[in-house]
T-cell receptor, first 113, second 110 residues
Framework: IAGITQAPTSQILAAGRRMTLRCTQD?????MYWYRQDLGLGLRLIHY???????GKGEVPDGYSVSRANTDDFPLTLASAVPSQTSVYFC????????????FGPGTRLTVL | GQSLEQPSEVTAVEGAIVQINCTYQ??????LSWYQQHDGGAPTFLSY????GLEETGRFSSFLSRSDSYGYLLLQELQMKDSASYFC???????????FGDGTTLTVKP
């Protein structure tokens, strides 16, 4: 089934630990995105990639890093988690880099204690 | 920077029509998208306007006025299942321009 998968579904993490959230799409989309969504709020762009091999910083990139080694995978790493990174993380992709129609993964619910 | 404004909450009754407005300030603007998100779920794409005017998709329509930096989502014949959050989002010259509003929570009452 075409779409985006994210792993894990949820995670409780001790502050200071390193964590990688995984995202894989099988639609051969060029652009990929990572957003965080805090309770009751909108989606804020963390990092993005217009195409494989390139990445860029979004609105809230501090404390996060990404890589885009191939078209399908776009992992998000928290080098040293802090409680303010408690959020729901959504990965998304779009065929073009304009991002007008984005497809979202099911999300990862992350709690940092 | 980029910013979008939309009302935080809207309430309507089943069968009614509701309009959710969105104003934006941005550079490198290509168009305005709308997404629906049910509680606990992922956002799903509803519609996109690149040009001025109305786009209709079943019970949902979306409007854009580029000169006014304004758009709206129109939901007709409201159903209980339409209770959700609705987000407007800017599509831009590259993926880094992607910006979402804070969302409008629509509650449909019987």
């Amino acid at each position: 089934i075409a779409g985006i998968t994210q792993a894990p579904t949820s995670q409780i993490l001790a502050a200071g630990r390193r964590m990688t959230l995984r995202c894989t799409q099988d639609m051969r989309h060029n652009a990929m995105y990572w957003y965080r969504q805090d309770l009751g709020l909108g989606l804020r762009l963390i990092h993005y990639s217009n195409t494989a091999g390139t990445t860029g910083k979004g609105e809230v990139p501090d404390g996060y890093s990404v890589s885009r080694a191939n078209t399908d995978d776009f992992p998000l790493t928290l080098a040293s988690a802090v409680p303010s990174q408690t959020s729901v993380y959504f990965c998304a992709s779009s065929e073009g880099s304009g991002g007008y129609e984005q497809f979202f993964g099911p999300g990862t619910r992350l709690t940092v204690l | 920077g980029q910013s979008l404004e939309q009302p935080s909450e809207v309430t309507a009754v089943e069968g009614a029509i509701v309009q959710i407005n969105c104003t934006y300030q941005t550079s490198g603007f290509y168009g305005l998208s709308w997404y629906q998100q049910h509680d606990g779920g992922a956002p799903t794409f509803l519609s996109y306007n690149a040009l001025d005017g109305l786009e209709e998709t079943g019970r949902f329509s979306s409007f854009l006025s580029r000169s006014d930096s304004y758009g709206y989502l129109l939901l007709q014949e409201l159903q209980m299942k339409d209770s959700a959050s609705y987000f407007c989002a800017v599509a831009g010259t590259n993926a880094g321009k992607s910006t979402f509003g804070d969302g409008t929570t629509l509650t449909v009452k019987p």
